[in-house]
T-cell receptor, first 113, second 114 residues
């Protein structure tokens, strides 16, 4: 499996944008980039995924580098409820139902009031 | 149901006892995954079901661990002769056939072996 590298922790001020980086230099052409987050005492929650183009949804934006060797999850206006561990994961395809996702240690995001 | 339901939410058991953990998926979700998460650690894959069959059991840590799924719905993870190192949060995730929105996780079962 292609691996991802994320900072162990980040801090951000409330109501400011947050940019969470992820490096995946060995990504293959068919790998999708997924982001999940895990709030305290809860199971992980799907955030967003993409292949080549930048993606936006109600939770966040995903910016994918042109060479696809890195990506950035963008929270446009952080709130205290965004404090969580954020996981960047690669999968072989968007056919979610046929493969497991391998979770790393993620980035622990702290929001400062 | 509206979400993935796991029961019990907490389980304390004595070393050497057997335990069963249950996962009720979202109705119609065909893919089901079990993970476990030890304190302060990342998620460790255990087993994956597509319908009632398990194409990938590679993450089960020993033969004390087994899982089944019936009717393409409820899944049970069984741990026999529990050991203290089995203490963890056991998480279930499901995925619908059409995909597109990723896994939906339950809140997990916190297992403590004393």
């Amino acid at each position: 499996d292609a691996k991802t590298t994320q900072p162990n922790s980040m801090e951000s001020n409330e109501e400011e944008p947050v940019h969470l980086p992820c490096n995946h230099s060995t990504i293959s052409g068919t790998d999708y980039i997924h982001w999940y987050r895990q709030l305290p005492s809860q199971g992980p929650e799907y955030v967003i995924h993409g292949l080549t183009s930048n993606v936006n949804n109600r939770m966040a934006s995903l910016a994918i580098a042109e060479d696809r060797k890195s990506s950035t999850l963008i929270l446009h206006r952080a709130t205290l409820r965004d404090a969580a561990v954020y996981y960047c994961i690669l999968s072989l395809g968007s056919n979610f139902g046929n493969e497991k996702l391998t979770f790393g240690t993620g980035t622990r995001l702290t929001i400062i009031p | 149901g509206a979400g993935v339901s796991q029961s019990p939410s907490n389980k304390v058991t004595e070393k050497g006892k057997d335990v069963e953990l249950r996962c009720d998926p979202i109705s119609g979700h065909t893919a089901l995954y079990w993970y476990r998460q030890s304190l302060g650690q990342g998620l460790e894959f255990l087993i994956y079901f597509q319908g009632n069959s398990a194409p990938d059991k590679s993450g089960l840590p020993s033969d004390r661990f087994s899982a089944e799924r019936t009717g393409g719905s409820v899944s049970t993870l069984t741990i026999q002769r529990t050991q203290q190192e089995d203490s963890a949060v056991y998480l279930c995730a499901t995925q619908g056939l059409r995909g597109g929105v990723g896994y939906t996780f339950g809140s997990g079962t916190r297992l403590t072996v004393v």
